[in-house]
């Protein structure tokens, strides 16, 4: 299992398009991806899981891999949330 802890900064995230960006990238891998903020942990290859995460930008979450590409799956998630 891979974890990490990171920073969200993506311009206009509060607009539906990083979202489903975020689920395609994390649905291009075979491990079990979450991300998670403050007590909930929700599934990043779903649509309308990662819609109700309501994640802000600043804000620091962590991601969570668990699979036999976690550690690209991870850096390429973040790679993409870390925008700047």
Known sequence: MTKKM???SIPQFDEARPVAEI???ASKF????FL???TKKI??????GMMSLGLCN??????EASGC???DAVD???SYMSQD
Do not use: H, L, P, Y
């Open 6 to 8: 990171f920073r969200v």
């Open 23 to 25: 689920v395609q990238t």
């Open 30 to 33: 075979r491990s079990e991806i």
């Open 36 to 38: 998670i903020s403050g």
């Open 43 to 48: 599934n990043a290859k779903s649509i309308m």
């Open 58 to 63: 600043d804000e620091e979450i962590e991601i």
């Open 69 to 71: 590409d976690e550690t």
């Open 76 to 78: 390429s998630i973040i």
